[in-house]
């Protein structure tokens, strides 16, 4: 993955609609405005004026105008509100937006700044179906790393039994429950090597013995006793 | 690779330099390596440290096709590419030790870890004995191993073993002849096969394969160093660091790591196919034991049970009723006036006559303590640690208390040596070797010279604190206590190094064998005669010299202000304070003798128990740790404890007088 270390304002909470000197096109721009109206929303704030603020430069105002004659958002007064297509359509960004920040902090253990430029990035271009695959990876979580609500998707409202996370960290196995590992996160190369002789690594079927006073996880006919740590760092696939 | 003679052991000449001829044990720790160990070698076995490191070494000789020949039990290891310090010492035997005959001793319980070993050796190009050992076990649980295919899979001849009920043993020499090479070799990702080879080129010829150390290089083996540095020129070892380096960063995941992941999904192909698994739903006892020691309430029962059995057998019992025997009866009654008897017969000198038998003298008093004081503590404590360590109990004691220790940035490993402590801190500050990093060794230490009492001065302690209230115990534990954590905390805070992972390996509890528990009894007691009785003669000729030429009295008089002013006690206490310094419960056995003669009152009694029990470590304990550590540690671990002792004794005394508190 490359990334571009630019500077920018690090939250998921208001941002100005064109942040990104990439949001170029007229899609991603529309996009980039709907989330904005979203975001203000969710802050208490619905003033048009603000939007305006933001909008200031021509092209900008042109996009806005766009919008409402193809019916995603409209006044009211001084008061901005989203229609159903815009409603829609924002409620699918912001979802992408979010679950990618979940994943690529808590997964892919990317600063909080490097997380929130990707997520900007993969908002404009993940389909439905990678976004489901990402929610249901990560176990449908309802907040974003800055406990904003994630809009929930078709996945999440599936049966019970789809809604397991299909990967989670081993300290979320019930003691006695068993996964299969499919990677272990760690920052501790050393650690990784002194797991793997024991056995512990991706592929091999584990089970949670215990988890206090000190959690105690199987592997074949090796118990090993580990640091609280180790069990946040090793993921497993239920089985 | 090298091509070995498929015959090595039938030549003549290996029988002829006896010497050079070695059966070298390997294996993951607890699958029985000692028990084989101690049925080929018998009683006479030598354990020292491994050149250079502090990793202990058994060795001891055995009769193979009518010779003696070496046998060297390498410390368990759960690699061949080292993590530890156990692990690379094994490697370097493996390295060094050339046309040796090696016995892996597996438990065939856990065939995937120990193949995961037995690759490694095939990778070195050494033939193997792959011994699988606790067959018992893995029958109980079900497992049946096809050795036929394993041998076919693996290339490596295979025996079955019981090593506790000696079943199978005798065929380990006997399989021993014809050696061959074992065929699990695994080829790794391209890439990595190309670094490897590129970097086999520059290596020497070896007793291990140019391969197997291309693949530790690879890995960031940097343990390799030295004898790197010792065979290659700096450039080559540049370019093979740049080989290394480029090769990684085609990979975001580190190469020892996936070198690791490829051998296990071979060893999980083979495991797969040789053996046959019935599940069997009865739990055994002992599992069900193991489940309740590491149990968050029930555990603590367990625990708080076993220190209570530890304390009776080796508190009560060894420091009590064996100690007064041995010193009042067998050297009281017996040897030392012997001694005296003879010495005055036969040294027309007095200075000489002193130093044999005279208040410091060698015979008198090193041996006195050696033999009467200290032997019979540590006999028991050796038995008990013996039982403790066989059972698998060792290691769920670690788990019980690893989040104590993680508040003062340690982890649970380190009760060990310190419920060793309670025992005897020049012994216990021996065993931090177990502790992985260099900080926590040194942190463990530190906390055990500080304030871990020894049993000999737990006895003393206990018994002048029982006169009075119970709050005066509540009061000595709570300070000590309170300083261990605090300076444990800051001492984990401010020295550099990162705290050790605790990832440690429960073993299955199981049912001590008291012969192999006597056995190793035996080798720790010779050890620990080897280790510290010459340093209870050195610390005693040093008092003696002390003594002779008044320096004693000299500190003794230079001290007093500081027990005077400070601590507020009688300065008769200084010479109490000064025999503390040689060992600990002397010490406190002068101040006892002071509190019977109601020299001293209840408060004065506290500050002197809390500031003796800080003070620094006995002289055995200094010199251990000079060794272990080194002089500016031990220097500088001396100097805090001095420090800390008389300022939390002094704080001690303030408060006590400006509050008025009376006990």
Same mark, same amino acid.
């Given at each position: 993955?490359?990334?571009?270390?630019?500077?920018?304002?690090?939250?998921?909470?208001?941002?100005?609609?064109?942040?990104?000197?990439?949001?170029?096109?007229?899609?991603?721009?529309?996009?980039?405005?709907?989330?904005?109206?979203?975001?203000?929303?969710?802050?208490?704030?619905?003033?048009?004026?603000?939007?305006?603020?933001?909008?200031?430069?021509?092209?900008?105002?042109?996009?806005?105008?766009?919008?409402?004659?193809?019916?995603?958002?409209?006044?009211?007064?001084?008061?901005?509100?989203?229609?159903?297509?815009?409603?829609?359509?924002?409620?699918?960004?912001?979802?992408?937006?979010?679950?990618?920040?979940?994943?690529?902090?808590?997964?892919?253990?990317?600063?909080?700044?490097?997380?929130?430029?990707?997520?900007? %990035?993969?908002?404009?271009?993940?389909?439905?179906?990678?976004?489901?695959?990402?929610?249901?990876?990560?176990?449908?979580?309802?907040?974003?790393?800055?406990?904003?609500?994630?809009?929930?998707? %078709?996945?999440?409202?599936?049966?019970?039994?789809?809604?397991?996370?299909?990967?989670?960290?081993?300290?979320?196995?019930?003691?006695?429950?068993?996964?299969?590992?499919?990677?272990?996160?760690?920052?501790?190369?050393?650690?990784?090597?002194?797991?793997?002789?024991?056995?512990?690594?991706?592929?091999?079927?584990?089970?949670?013995?215990? %988890?206090?006073?000190?959690?105690?996880?199987?592997?074949?006919?090796?118990?090993?006793?580990?640091?609280?740590?180790?069990?946040?760092?090793?993921?497993?696939?239920?089985? | 690779?090298?091509?070995?003679?498929? *015959?090595?052991?039938?030549?003549?000449?290996?029988?002829?330099?006896?010497? +050079?001829?070695?059966?070298?044990?390997?294996?993951?720790?607890?699958?029985?390596?000692?028990?084989?160990?101690?049925?080929?070698?018998?009683?006479?076995?030598?354990?020292?440290?491994?050149? @250079?490191?502090?990793?202990?070494?058994?060795? @001891?000789?055995?009769?193979?096709?009518?010779?003696?020949?070496?046998?060297?039990?390498?410390?368990?290891?759960?690699?061949?590419?080292?993590?530890?310090?156990?692990?690379?010492?094994?490697?370097?035997?493996?390295? *060094?030790?050339?046309?040796?005959?090696?016995?892996?001793?597996?438990?065939?319980?856990?065939?995937?870890?120990?193949?995961?070993?037995?690759?490694?050796?095939?990778?070195?190009?050494?033939?193997?004995?792959?011994?699988?050992?606790?067959?018992?076990?893995?029958?109980?649980?079900?497992?049946?191993?096809?050795?036929?295919?394993?041998?076919?899979?693996?290339?490596?001849?295979?025996?079955?073993?019981? !090593?506790?009920?000696?079943?199978?043993?005798?065929?380990?020499?006997?399989?021993?002849?014809?050696?061959?090479?074992?065929t699990l070799n695994i080829s790794y990702h391209p890439a990595l096969e190309?670094?490897?080879?590129?970097?086999?080129?520059?290596?020497?010829?070896?007793?291990?394969?140019?391969?197997?150390?291309?693949?530790?290089?690879?890995?960031?083996?940097?343990?390799?160093?030295?004898?790197?540095?010792?065979?290659?020129?700096?450039?080559?070892?540049?370019?093979?660091e740049a080989i290394r380096r480029s090769c990684q960063a085609g990979f975001?995941?580190?190469?020892?790591?996936?070198? *690791?992941?490829?051998?296990?999904?071979?060893?999980?192909?083979?495991?797969?196919?040789?053996?046959?698994?019935?599940?069997?739903?009865?739990?055994?006892?002992?599992?069900?034991?193991?489940?309740?020691?590491?149990?968050?309430?029930?555990?603590?029962?367990?625990?708080? @049970?076993?220190?209570?059995?530890?304390?009776?057998?080796?508190?009560?019992? @060894?420091?009590?009723?064996?100690?007064?025997?041995?010193?009042?009866?067998?050297?009281?009654?017996?040897?030392?006036?012997?001694?005296?008897?003879?010495?005055?017969?036969?040294?027309?000198?007095?200075?000489?006559?002193?130093?044999?038998?005279?208040?410091?003298?060698?015979?008198?008093?090193?041996?006195?303590?050696?033999? !009467?004081?200290?032997?019979?503590?540590?006999?028991?404590?050796?038995?008990?640690?013996?039982?403790?360590?066989?059972?698998?109990?060792?290691?769920?004691?670690?788990?019980?208390?690893?989040?104590?220790?993680?508040?003062?940035?340690?982890?649970?490993?380190?009760?060990?040596?310190?419920?060793?402590?309670?025992?005897?801190?020049?012994?216990?500050?021996?065993?931090?070797?177990?502790?992985?990093?260099?900080?926590?060794?040194?942190?463990?230490?530190?906390?055990?010279?500080?304030?871990?009492?020894?049993?000999?001065?737990?006895?003393?302690?206990?018994?002048?604190?029982?006169?009075?209230?119970?709050?005066?115990?509540?009061?000595?534990?709570?300070?000590?206590?309170?300083?261990?954590?605090?300076?444990?905390?800051?001492?984990?805070?401010?020295?550099?190094?990162?705290?050790?992972?605790?990832?440690?390996?429960?073993?299955?509890?199981?049912?001590?064998?008291?012969?192999?528990?006597?056995?190793?009894?035996?080798?720790?007691?010779?050890?620990?005669?080897?280790?510290?009785?010459?340093?209870?003669?050195?610390?005693?000729?040093?008092?003696?010299?002390?003594?002779?030429?008044?320096?004693?009295?000299?500190?003794?008089?230079?001290?007093?202000?500081?027990?005077?002013?400070?601590?507020?006690?009688?300065?008769?206490? +200084?010479?109490?304070?000064?025999?503390?310094?040689?060992?600990?419960?002397?010490?406190?056995?002068?101040?006892? !003798?002071?509190?019977?003669?109601? !020299?001293?009152?209840?408060?004065?009694?506290?500050?002197?128990?809390?500031?003796?029990?800080?003070?620094?470590?006995?002289?055995? *304990?200094?010199?251990?740790?000079?060794?272990?550590?080194?002089?500016?540690?031990?220097?500088?671990?001396?100097?805090?404890?001095?420090?800390?002792?008389?300022?939390?004794?002094?704080?001690?005394?303030?408060?006590?007088?400006?509050?008025?508190?009376?006990?």
């Amino acid at each position: 993955m490359q990334f571009n270390w630019g500077k920018r304002k690090p939250h998921c909470h208001i941002r100005g609609p064109f942040c990104h000197r990439e949001a170029e096109t007229r899609d991603r721009a529309i996009d980039e405005l709907l989330e904005f109206i979203w975001n203000l929303r969710e802050n208490g704030v619905s003033d048009v004026a603000d939007l305006q603020r933001e909008a200031s430069d021509p092209e900008a105002r042109n996009i806005l105008s766009y919008m409402e004659q193809e019916g995603l958002f409209a006044r009211e007064g001084d008061k901005v509100y989203l229609k159903e297509k815009g409603e829609e359509k924002a409620r699918e960004i912001i979802r992408r937006h979010r679950l990618t920040e979940r994943l690529l902090m808590e997964i892919f253990e990317l600063s909080e700044e490097e997380a929130e430029k990707e997520a900007c %990035k993969l908002e404009h271009i993940l389909s439905p179906e990678v976004t489901d695959s990402v929610c249901t990876f990560l176990g449908h979580p309802p907040v974003c790393p800055h406990g904003k609500p994630i809009p929930p998707g %078709k996945c999440c409202t599936a049966p019970e039994k789809s809604v397991r996370p299909l990967v989670m960290p081993l300290n979320d196995l019930d003691p006695g429950a068993e996964g299969r590992i499919v990677f272990i996160s760690t920052n501790f190369p050393a650690r990784l090597d002194k797991l793997s002789a024991l056995g512990v690594a991706p592929g091999s079927i584990i089970k949670m013995r215990q %988890k206090k006073p000190s959690p105690i996880i199987q592997v074949g006919e090796t118990t090993v006793a580990v640091d609280p740590e180790i069990v946040h760092d090793i993921y497993v696939k239920a089985v | 690779m090298r091509k070995r003679g498929k *015959n090595r052991g039938m030549e003549s000449k290996d029988f002829n330099r006896k010497s +050079t001829k070695k059966i070298i044990l390997v294996g993951n720790p607890n699958v029985g390596k000692s028990v084989v160990f101690n049925y080929l070698t018998g009683k006479y076995v030598v354990v020292s440290n491994y050149p @250079g490191t502090t990793v202990e070494v058994s060795h @001891g000789t055995t009769k193979w096709r009518g010779k003696n020949i070496t046998v060297l039990d390498t410390p368990g290891v759960n690699s061949l590419l080292p993590t530890s310090e156990d692990e690379i010492v094994t490697r370097n035997i493996l390295l *060094n030790e050339k046309d040796a005959l090696i016995v892996q001793v597996a438990d065939a319980k856990n065939l995937r870890r120990s193949l995961l070993i037995s690759s490694q050796l095939s990778e070195m190009g050494l033939p193997f004995l792959l011994v699988l050992n606790m067959e018992d076990e893995a029958r109980e649980r079900g497992i049946k191993i096809n050795y036929q295919e394993l041998y076919s899979l693996t290339g490596a001849k295979v025996i079955s073993t019981v !090593a506790t009920q000696k079943k199978n043993l005798e065929k380990i020499t006997e399989e021993l002849v014809d050696l061959r090479e074992a065929t699990l070799n695994i080829s790794y990702h391209p890439a990595l096969e190309e670094a490897i080879s590129q970097i086999a080129e520059f290596l020497p010829e070896e007793n291990i394969s140019p391969r197997s150390i291309a693949i530790m290089l690879l890995s960031g083996d940097k343990s390799l160093k030295r004898w790197l540095h010792a065979r290659l020129p700096e450039s080559r070892i540049n370019e093979i660091e740049a080989i290394r380096r480029s090769c990684q960063a085609g990979f975001d995941q580190p190469i020892s790591y996936l070198i *690791n992941q490829v051998r296990l999904e071979k060893v999980d192909e083979i495991v797969r196919r040789v053996t046959m698994i019935k599940p069997i739903k009865r739990k055994r006892l002992s599992t069900r034991i193991g489940e309740l020691s590491v149990h968050p309430f029930w555990g603590v029962v367990i625990l708080i @049970g076993a220190v209570y059995l530890l304390y009776q057998v080796i508190g009560v019992f @060894g420091a009590g009723v064996a100690v007064d025997f041995m010193e009042e009866t067998v050297f009281g009654e017996y040897i030392n006036p012997f001694f005296i008897r003879w010495t005055g017969r036969l040294v027309p000198v007095a200075w000489l006559r002193d130093l044999l038998v005279g208040q410091y003298g060698l015979l008198t008093m090193a041996m006195t303590y050696a033999f !009467a004081l200290i032997l019979p503590i540590i006999t028991f404590f050796f038995i008990a640690f013996g039982l403790m360590e066989d059972s698998g109990y060792l290691p769920r004691l670690a788990v019980m208390s690893n989040k104590i220790f993680r508040l003062i940035g340690l982890n649970g490993k380190a009760i060990l040596p310190m419920i060793l402590g309670l025992g005897c801190a020049t012994m216990a500050t021996l065993t931090t070797r177990i502790l992985e990093s260099k900080r926590d060794r040194i942190i463990v230490t530190l906390l055990l010279a500080l304030g871990v009492p020894c049993s000999a001065q737990m006895a003393v302690i206990f018994g002048m604190l029982s006169g009075f209230s119970p709050m005066m115990v509540v009061l000595w534990a709570g300070v000590v206590g309170l300083v261990l954590a605090v300076v444990g905390y800051l001492a984990a805070r401010y020295l550099p190094g990162e705290a050790s992972d605790f990832v440690l390996e429960l073993p299955p509890i199981r049912l001590p064998r008291i012969g192999n528990i006597l056995i190793k009894t035996l080798s720790r007691i010779e050890w620990y005669l080897k280790e510290a009785v010459p340093l209870f003669a050195l610390s005693t000729f040093i008092l003696f010299i002390m003594d002779k030429t008044g320096i004693l009295i000299n500190i003794e008089k230079g001290a007093s202000p500081l027990i005077k002013g400070v601590l507020g006690l009688p300065v008769e206490t +200084t010479q109490a304070f000064l025999i503390g310094f040689l060992r600990r419960d002397y010490g406190a056995a002068g101040l006892l !003798a002071l509190a019977r003669a109601h !020299a001293l009152s209840a408060e004065q009694i506290l500050v002197a128990l809390v500031t003796m029990t800080l003070f620094v470590p006995c002289l055995a *304990n200094f010199l251990v740790i000079v060794k272990e550590r080194g002089w500016k540690i031990g220097a500088a671990i001396s100097g805090f404890i001095l420090a800390v002792a008389f300022t939390v004794g002094g704080l001690l005394n303030l408060i006590l007088k400006i509050t008025g508190f009376k006990i």
